[in-house]
């Protein structure tokens, strides 16, 4: 069930949307009211509240705008006005500018043709300077949705998901210390979805793409040094939690130490019922 407490609706527009690979659309959002926007970490979780067919901008909730109840304000909305909520990662945030980037992943369809679209995705090819949505985040320090805390003890990491964990994967990256030992393992349809991950660390970075391996084999092919590691894994549910299942039973790693988080379900809409009721990770159990 989302938290409500910390977070608050923030009324954006798109300033600019910019398409990174074939697969990944980085849609940048503006606004005075980013002001008061309160980064929490790098994979910093977000609500998109976005239209419903046929309107060209979402009906926001009134009330709840300035006191964290933005949750009940958007549940008493009637149906017919109710936006589309969808989770996203900040990606960036640029105070200054009072801009937020957030990365949007296409869905597209093996071959590259029609398209197993969502609502966000489908508003994100479509998105346009000036279109005003609402984005829901943090408000107050630590307000929550933040799940990467590499811990002091930790002398090497290992990063695995698909196309939705990018972004965050990417913050990550470029946040962390020099010289730490980090495997990356990342499943994106296409040599061409590949994207450049600047950082300090020693990392070494797997592309894995539609057809070939899958995140579990990749890292159980893989060599992990000794010592105590931090695992951080997001993604496909049931691939994320096949890669779970690995490491902590076959390559013994202490369950705090492995942070995963369901993403989406194959076949399955965030909106469905029965995709947010199954407990998968955090990332289908906390909200923003
Ligand atoms: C904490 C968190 C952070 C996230 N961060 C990001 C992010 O930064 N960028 C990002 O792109 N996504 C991110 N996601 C995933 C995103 O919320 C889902 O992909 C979501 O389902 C997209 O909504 P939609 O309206 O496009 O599709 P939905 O209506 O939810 O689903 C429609 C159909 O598309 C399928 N589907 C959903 N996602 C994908 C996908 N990636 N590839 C192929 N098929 C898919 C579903 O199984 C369903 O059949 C995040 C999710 C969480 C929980």
Redesign the pocket.
């Known amino acids: 069930m989302p938290v409500a407490g910390n977070f608050r609706l923030f009324a954006v527009h798109v300033a600019r949307t910019e398409l990174l690979t074939p697969g990944?659309l980085r849609v940048t959002l503006a606004g005075e009211a980013l002001d008061g926007f309160v980064n929490g970490g790098c994979?910093q979780?977000i609500k998109l509240l976005l239209p419903l067919p046929g309107q060209e901008e979402p009906v926001l909730p009134e009330s709840g705008v300035d006191d964290g109840g933005w949750y009940a304000a958007w549940q008493r909305l009637p149906d017919r006005w109710r936006p589309?909520m969808?989770?996203?990662?900040l990606?960036a945030q640029r105070r200054e500018a009072r801009e937020i980037d957030?990365?949007?992943?296409l869905?597209l369809a093996p071959g590259g043709g029609a398209l197993?679209?969502?609502?966000?995705?489908?508003w994100a090819r479509g998105a346009r300077p000036g279109d005003r949505i609402g984005v829901v985040g943090p408000a107050v320090p630590n307000a929550g949705?933040v799940e990467f805390r590499l811990p002091d003890g930790a002398g090497h990491l290992l990063l695995a998901g698909?196309?939705?964990?990018?972004?965050?994967v990417g913050c990550i990256l470029e946040s962390l210390p020099a010289g730490l030992p980090v495997q990356v393992h990342l499943r994106v349809a296409d040599p061409a979805d590949r994207q450049s991950l600047p950082t300090a660390a020693d990392a070494t970075v797997h592309w894995l793409h539609r057809g070939g391996p899958e995140l579990v084999e990749s890292v159980a092919a893989a060599a992990l040094p000794a010592g105590r590691g931090y695992a951080w894994i997001?993604g496909?549910a049931a691939q994320v939690r096949a890669l779970r299942r690995h490491l902590v039973g076959e390559r013994g790693m202490a369950r705090e130490d492995v942070e995963f988080?369901?993403?989406?379900?194959?076949?399955?809409?965030?909106?469905d019922p029965a995709a947010e009721s199954e407990e998968v990770g955090p990332?289908?159990r906390v909200g923003a």
């Open positions: 990944m994979d979780r589309v969808r989770t996203y990662t990606r957030v990365d949007v992943a869905h197993r679209e969502g609502p966000a995705s489908r949705g698909d196309e939705t964990a990018l972004p965050a997001a496909e988080m369901g993403y989406w379900r194959r076949g399955r809409s965030e909106s990332g289908q």
